[in-house]
């Protein structure tokens, strides 16, 4: 399951968390759209949501700008980061690799969230005597019990 679909199963899924999906490549436009076009299906009445989710034709910009007044209006961006990072994490756990490509894909995760105090354990070269993995699944639940 991609990250995204991991935030949507959890109901993590919001517009901080969709602008920092769409900076940083792990979302796409279509997944900003779909994203959009299933609130207004929900009841959501908002005018820019609409323009967003038919949104094919809107410059980067003024998609980007659309998204900043969603923020503004509904979310709280303190866990943006945080939410992505479980979802990349659960996306290792729950994946069919085996533990060598968990393991690649876990110092992965490591580097590109800026290495995290709280997955210190998750790298391969930490002096702990807990196997990187094992670290990653207790972050996971820490994340979890702090996000939903």
């Given at each position: 399951?991609?990250?995204?679909?991991?935030?949507?199963?959890?109901?993590?899924?919001?517009?901080?968390?969709?602008?920092?999906g769409?900076?940083?490549?792990?979302?796409?436009?279509?997944d900003?759209?779909?994203?959009?076009?299933?609130?207004?299906?929900?009841?959501?009445?908002?005018?820019?949501?609409?323009?967003?989710?038919?949104?094919?034709?809107?410059?980067?910009?003024?998609?980007?700008?659309?998204?900043?007044?969603?923020?503004?209006?509904?979310?709280?961006?303190?866990?943006?980061?945080?939410?992505?990072?479980?979802?990349?994490?659960?996306?290792?756990?729950?994946?069919d690799?085996?533990?060598?490509?968990?393991?690649?894909?876990?110092?992965?995760?490591?580097?590109?969230?800026?290495?995290?105090?709280?997955?210190?354990?998750?790298?391969?070269?930490s002096?702990?005597?807990?196997?990187?993995?094992?670290?990653m699944?207790?972050?996971?639940?820490?994340?979890?019990?702090?996000?939903?």
């Open positions: 399951m991609s990250p995204i679909k991991v935030l949507i199963s959890l109901g993590l899924l919001c517009w901080a968390t969709i602008l920092l769409l900076k940083k490549g792990w979302v796409s436009r279509k900003v759209i779909d994203y959009a076009v299933a609130l207004l299906v929900n009841g959501n009445e908002n005018e820019d949501v609409a323009i967003i989710a038919g949104g094919e034709s809107l410059e980067d910009d003024e998609l980007f700008n659309l998204i900043l007044n969603q923020i503004k209006q509904t979310d709280d961006t303190a866990s943006a980061l945080d939410k992505w990072r479980l979802a990349h994490l659960l996306n290792i756990a729950e994946s690799y085996d533990e060598q490509t968990k393991l690649d894909r876990l110092q992965e995760v490591y580097a590109n969230f800026d290495y995290p105090e709280d997955m210190a354990s998750c790298s391969i070269y002096q702990d005597e807990i196997d990187p993995l094992v670290a699944m207790q972050v996971i639940e820490e994340l979890k019990s702090r996000l939903t």
